[in-house]
């Protein structure tokens, strides 16, 4: 890996993009349901919200994609564009890595969505990846919210901090719960990389998991 800089893998649904704030939005219509009748405390799948018996997720996902624009239009999580921005001219480099490619046959619009949002809200990246497996992308400290990723990337030993939402609680830390928390941590993890240091949270048992 490079080792000129601290790099920063950071995916962006449930971590820089509200993706289940604007997904209960776009489910709701689809569902034909009230927003409010649609439980904000989702599981990864979206299983509370009986999408099944209308096509499931994948087909739900393909509308809000590719009808709704959800990777233009999703709001930031709160804080996280001007955090990047700070992190980076700390000298943070920012990777954004991220499985938005899953969806078949969709591709341009999913990675132009996905740009255009970027530079939208001024969310600054050295590089972006559109890959599921995110630990072949080398990354100093990884930044995520679904389990299964953390739960990889910890077993393959790669630092990883987890973004906290409804979908992954019950792991255990690393984890932020706002922004200003993950700022504070990856500030610290990169003092630790610079002194050849860093092994707060290198294996699974050392961070507990
Ligand atoms: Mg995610």
Not at 74 to 83: C, G, L, N, R, Y
Not at 153 to 172: D, E, M, V
Request: net charge negative; proline share 3%; glycine share 8%.
């Amino acid at each position: 890996m490079d080792e000129s800089s601290f790099i920063l893998g950071v995916d962006l649904d449930g971590v820089v993009g509200d993706f289940y704030g604007a997904m209960r939005k776009i489910a709701a219509e689809w569902l034909n349901k009230a927003e409010e009748s649609l439980t904000a405390e989702v599981s990864f799948g979206l299983d509370e919200w009986g999408i099944n018996e209308f096509g499931g997720y994948d087909r739900l996902h393909r509308f809000a994609v590719t009808q709704r624009h959800l990777f233009r239009e999703m709001i930031p999580i709160k804080d996280a564009p001007a955090t990047l921005r700070k992190l980076s001219n700390r000298g943070v480099r920012i990777r954004i890595i991220t499985h938005r490619l899953f969806l078949k046959y969709s591709h341009e619009t999913s990675v132009t969505q996905t740009v255009e949002w970027l530079a939208n809200y001024d969310i600054p990246y050295r590089d972006i990846c559109f890959m599921n497996d995110k630990a072949a992308v080398g990354a100093h400290v990884y930044i995520d919210d679904a389990p299964q990723n953390i739960k990889e990337l910890r077993s393959g030993g790669h630092n990883t901090i987890i973004f906290s939402n409804s979908t992954n609680k019950g792991l255990a830390g690393p984890r932020a719960d706002s922004w200003a928390q993950a700022e504070h941590i990856i500030l610290e993890a990169m003092e630790e990389w610079r002194t050849g240091t860093m092994n707060l949270f290198r294996t699974p048992s050392q961070a507990g998991v």
